[in-house]
């Protein structure tokens, strides 16, 4: 990068999001599965397939979302974890 900037004009930007290395393989396996979960006309039949292989492989998937990190310590504090 430094390079480049040496050449050319070369600009950043601030990413609210993702990203995967998909030089790396673990990386690209990742942003397939990402990929695959986001889409809505693929998802469900997705969800299911990883679901067999995962289980094929002596595993279980739990799909709920976990609730922000924010969210749990306000209950602790709160006094109310178990609601």
Known sequence: MIRLMKS?????????GHTYDCGDKVGFLAANV??????QDL?????EALNRIVANHGGYVSWHKSPPLEAVLEK????ALDE
């Open 8 to 16: 050319q004009p070369f600009h950043g930007l601030v990413y609210d």
């Open 34 to 39: 990402a990929y695959g979960l986001e889409r």
């Open 43 to 47: 998802s469900p039949a997705f969800r």
């Open 76 to 79: 602790i504090r709160a006094g």
